[in-house]
């Protein structure tokens, strides 16, 4: 029995060392997806089935995965970012690795949701909206604008998650908004006031759902995920009327400028815009379609309806770092 | 002065020393390299950083970081070394009802991810815990120093409870029979006899779980703890700018030679040779009031350390299936660990070998040097070593990069500590006059390794293997990084369902994670007296 580890293991490293040579060499597009697989495996398998391109994915978190098409520069072996935030394609688009798209492309979505240079393009659109617990907390009382939650009685009661890319993302759409200082006075006051601090928007949601705390700032579609798996739950959605918190946050694609198959890249990207991925983007990943004409999931506010702050979403790559700072020098980090 | 020229008299009195070889170096030290090029790398873009770096390090959050992060250090590594210790001797010297049980039990937690740990604490506490359905009574929720505190205990005192007990077992009990001849109490005979005799194992587990403790994520950021590694990971997350996170980075290596430098300060000098392995020791009889007060604490650690962790990912698999999220088993995902595992174990291992014999029979302050860096490389990031690594790699290894043979060679070097620190302690017991002996008789250097010194320190360096394997099998942001593409393991596909809250289809993957750790570690833990 003894004998036999050592001879496994031999058989293992030649496996490895066989296997390295080849990679994956036999996909003819390699997409990096900051989007896990569990959201998108789907939809990537239907497109090899009707287009024929194989697709080697490597899936991780967004901002991870654009560290690492940075820290990759000319060598990155992706050909398509696929990316949950528009500031994990603004940090990959301003390091001037991604290519202008076709105007084929870009015309299909609203420019709002989209880079201002045609860098990247918005696939599907993310709210930002307060969860709330209905059994704690008033329809009526809460704020329109996300400034509100300053004020003295919504002390300690509005739960956010400052390492997570989304808030950060807000809080830099504030810093383009309302100036630096309203961004650093709205977080100190936050601090200050003790707002309970989670890792992520779903661990809010499921916090406020459970009773632990009266509302948080989150995206608006893991509510409507965690209903979807346990049937039924007690906490809504409040989407906010003006200002950075009504920010609609899309996720989106690029392609690499050193990419060696950009036709088979912009059929994906093309392919991501089509009518059939846009209503799977309503209904499996329940969130807003960007092109005209298909509808979001009915239990939501139409898009069209939801006030989101004018601004270039590629800025808000630029914002992060001031962001991160602010957030950081708050004693919320 | 050369040996050869030395005179016949005075090698006679004091044992030959060989100068180690260049080739043992070689291969003591190539192993360490998939880390610290990659963390040379970092180094590098600190120190171009200049004055903006001096800024960041002087900076009033890094100064509460750095207490924040040692605060926890020390409060983990204490408890780990006192439930470490206890559980260890209850098992091995005691009369304790089920002792084959509990040893497995105490060992177990190795095998489940800290952030799961976590999940189970923070499911348990709180008005929505599982504390109040099943007792009736809420306990507080748990967050923060006191949650990041009680689940890196747990996922670290294993590596005490493993060292000790093992040490435990291999000290010669007439030391602790003879004392207790002569009228000493059971307690006094542990503290004056026992625990003297264990400080190398002891120390080289609490070290572990201090390193470990410095370089955790999973378990840090569920409690929401500002610990460094969580902003380091917050630095590279959301920013464009790099120095930050590669400043803290740095700044988190200082800290664990600190910790180094604290542990060999007081090491002391002791050695404890014992050439053969010593008999059976008679078992000290615990009072019924102590047997029962000793079963309740071992039940306690039970519940908080496996029960919890495991019940809550058996209570969402049950979920999953009534809501229908389809929970599959994920073979290909487990390959992929295992294969990964092996390989970094059997790597890390076989590497161990030079290693242990540089630093214990050529002990000196060049290879002193190559144990302190093995053990901060432990405590790196693993965010840290992994984009250094895509960095350097991307560049200059050309179709290396992205295969699984680099993620091996990456897994074998930020584990080397516990494998060499398992074949060092094996080493240090075997008395180099049986070496001696062997060389004088007229067998060669590799023979005498082979023939006389492997076998008797076989036991250490399996249980440094499957150290690297548990720790290999729980990795989660080295492999996300520089895995091959479409390359999977469990604790990817725990991962990816768990960012999108998919809490059944998570379950499984961790479930099976569990189960797969468990079978060497139940070998490991039971295994017969030698």
């Known amino acids: 029995m003894l004998m036999l580890v050592p001879r496994l293991l031999v058989g293992l490293l030649a496996f490895t060392l066989l296997g390295a040579g080849c990679g994956s060499g036999d996909a003819d597009l390699t997409i990096y997806s900051g989007r896990s697989e569990e959201l998108v495996g789907g939809l990537i398998a239907r497109f090899t089935r009707e287009t024929g391109i194989r697709v080697a994915v490597r899936y991780g978190d967004s901002p991870e995965l654009a560290a690492t098409i940075r820290e990759e520069g000319a060598r990155s072996p992706a050909d398509v970012f696929f990316a949950q935030d528009p500031a994990s394609l603004g940090i990959v688009a301003g390091s001037g690795l991604l290519r202008p798209l076709p105007d084929s492309i870009t015309s299909l979505v609203p420019a709002r949701f989209s880079d201002g240079q045609g860098r990247w393009v918005g696939v599907s659109g993310r709210a930002r909206v307060v969860v709330y617990d209905p059994r704690r907390v008033g329809p009526a009382t809460l704020p329109d604008d996300v400034a509100g939650f300053a004020d003295p009685r919504w002390a300690g009661r509005v739960a956010i998650a400052p390492a997570n890319g989304s808030f950060v993302a807000f809080v830099a759409a504030m810093i383009l908004t309302d100036g630096e200082e309203a961004a650093r006075a709205w977080l100190e006051a936050l601090a200050r006031a003790g707002a309970p601090t989670y890792s992520g928007n779903a661990v809010i949601v499921a916090a406020v759902d459970g009773g632990e705390v009266d509302a948080g700032l989150v995206n608006h579609y893991y509510l409507l995920r965690r209903a979807a798996e346990l049937g039924s739950v007690h906490a809504a959605n409040h989407f906010l009327s003006e200002g950075p918190g009504a920010l609609v946050m899309p996720a989106g694609a690029g392609i690499l400028a050193t990419t060696d198959a950009p036709e088979a890249a912009e059929q994906f990207v093309a392919f991501l815009l089509s009518a059939e991925s846009q209503r799977y983007f309503a209904s499996e990943t329940l969130e807003y379609p960007l092109v005209a004409g298909i509808e979001a999931e009915p239990a939501l506010p139409p898009l069209g309806s939801l006030n989101p702050p004018d601004l270039d979403l590629s800025d808000l790559a630029g914002a992060l770092d001031l962001a991160t700072d602010l957030i950081a020098s708050a004693g919320l980090l | ?530």
């Open chain 2, 1 to 530: 002065m050369g040996g050869a020229a030395a005179p016949a008299w005075k090698a006679a009195e004091r044992p030959p020393r060989h100068r180690p070889s260049a080739l043992l170096w070689l291969a003591a030290g190539a192993v360490l390299l998939p880390a610290l090029v990659p963390f040379g790398m970092v180094l590098g873009r600190s120190l171009a950083a200049g004055g903006r770096a001096l800024g960041i390090i002087l900076s009033g959050r890094t100064a509460q970081l750095v207490g924040n992060t040692m605060l926890l250090v020390i409060a983990v590594s204490s408890a780990a070394a006192a439930v470490g210790i206890g559980a260890a001797w209850l098992t091995e010297r005691t009369d304790l009802p089920g002792r084959r049980g509990w040893r497995v039990v105490a060992a177990l937690p190795l095998v489940i991810p800290s952030y799961v740990i976590a999940l189970g604490i923070v499911s348990a506490g709180g008005p929505a815990g599982i504390a109040r359905e099943i007792i009736g009574i809420p306990l507080p929720a748990m967050r923060g120093f006191v949650g990041a505190w009680l689940a890196l205990t747990i996922s670290t005192y294993p590596f005490v409870y493993l060292t000790v007990a093992a040490s435990l077992r291999r000290l010669d009990p007439s030391h602790e029979e003879a004392a207790r001849g002569l009228g000493a109490a059971p307690a006094r005979v542990f503290r004056t006899v026992v625990l003297p005799q264990l400080r190398p194992a002891a120390g080289a587990g609490v070290l572990l779980a201090a390193l470990y403790t410095l370089s955790d994520f999973g378990a840090v950021a569920l409690m929401r703890f500002d610990a460094f590694t969580r902003v380091v990971y917050v630095q590279y997350a959301g920013r464009l700018d790099r120095t930050p996170a590669a400043v803290l980075a740095t700044l988190l290596v200082l800290l664990a030679l600190m910790v180094l430098l604290a542990e060999q300060r007081t090491r002391g000098r002791a050695a404890y040779h014992s050439a053969s392995s010593p008999r059976p020791p008679r078992l000290v009889a615990l009072r019924r009031r102590h047997r029962a007060g000793a079963l309740a604490a071992l039940s306690l650690l039970a519940t908080a350390a496996l029960v919890l962790p495991v019940g809550t990912l058996i209570a969402w698999v049950a979920r999953g299936g009534t809501a229908g999220a389809g929970a599959r088993l994920e073979w290909g995902a487990a390959l992929g660990s295992l294969t990964g595992a092996l390989l970094a174990a059997a790597l890390a291992a076989s590497a161990s070998l030079p290693a242990a014999v540089l630093v214990t029979r050529h002990s000196s302050a060049a290879t002193s040097w190559i144990e302190r860096i093995a053990y901060a490389v432990f405590a790196l990031p693993h965010i840290t070593v992994a984009l250094g690594m895509v960095m350097f790699a991307a560049r200059y290894l050309g179709s290396l990069y992205q295969s699984l043979l680099l993620l091996v060679l990456v897994y074998a070097s930020i584990f080397f500590a516990p494998a060499l620190g398992s074949t060092r302690a094996a080493l240090a017991r075997v008395d180099p006059s049986l070496e001696e002996a062997s060389r004088g008789l007229g067998l060669g250097p590799l023979r005498t390794a082979a023939g006389v010194t492997f076998p008797l320190i076989r036991r250490g360096f399996a249980a440094g293997g499957l150290l690297v394997f548990l720790l290999t099998m729980k990795e989660l942001p080295a492999t996300l990084l520089l895995r091959p593409t479409g390359f999977d393991t469990l604790a990817v596909r725990l991962w990816s369902a768990s960012t999108d809250l998919l809490y059944a289809r998570a379950a499984l993957p961790a479930l099976v994670l569990v189960a797969v750790s468990a079978v060497p570690m139940y070998l490991l833990a039971t295994r017969e007296r030698p």
